[in-house]
């Protein structure tokens, strides 16, 4: 079975920076992509980061380009996003997801490419 567990959200002033991690655990990841969502209160759910375990070939979106980093630590199994310069609407729930098929190389931006969520983190960016 698979597993994603976030953490490091959290409340921080606009300007600030935060680090979330996703940690995986159960089959091998090796040849899937990983993601980052978030959703805002009211809101859907908007993808935010993709990276491949394989090579780490990287998407972002338009709203987070320039200010987040997504990577991944192979051996520990754990992708980060690295958050920097956070403005308030960058609050939200922050979700990390696996795609269903591996080698994907389709849409990262729809939510119905992911079958393994997490259960989100929480990040509130103070004006």
């Known amino acids: 079975q698979v597993q994603l567990v976030e953490s490091g959200g959290g409340l921080v002033q606009a300007g600030g920076s935060l680090r979330l991690s996703c940690a995986a655990s159960g089959r091998t990841f090796r040849t899937y992509d990983m993601a980052w969502f978030r959703q805002a209160p009211g809101k859907e759910r908007e993808f935010v980061a993709s990276?491949?375990?394989?090579?780490?070939?990287?998407y972002y979106s338009d709203s987070v380009k320039g200010r987040f980093t997504i990577s991944r630590d192979v051996a520990e199994n754990t992708v980060y996003l690295q958050m920097n310069s956070l403005k308030p609407e960058d609050t939200a729930v922050y979700y990390c997801?696996?795609?269903?098929?591996?080698?994907?190389?389709?849409?990262?931006?729809?939510?119905?490419?992911?079958?393994?969520w997490g259960q989100g983190t929480h990040v509130t960016v103070s004006s």
């Open positions: 990276i491949s375990w394989s090579v780490g070939r990287t």
């Open positions: 997801a696996r795609t269903a098929r591996p080698y994907y190389t389709g849409d990262y931006y729809d939510t119905g490419t992911y079958d393994y």
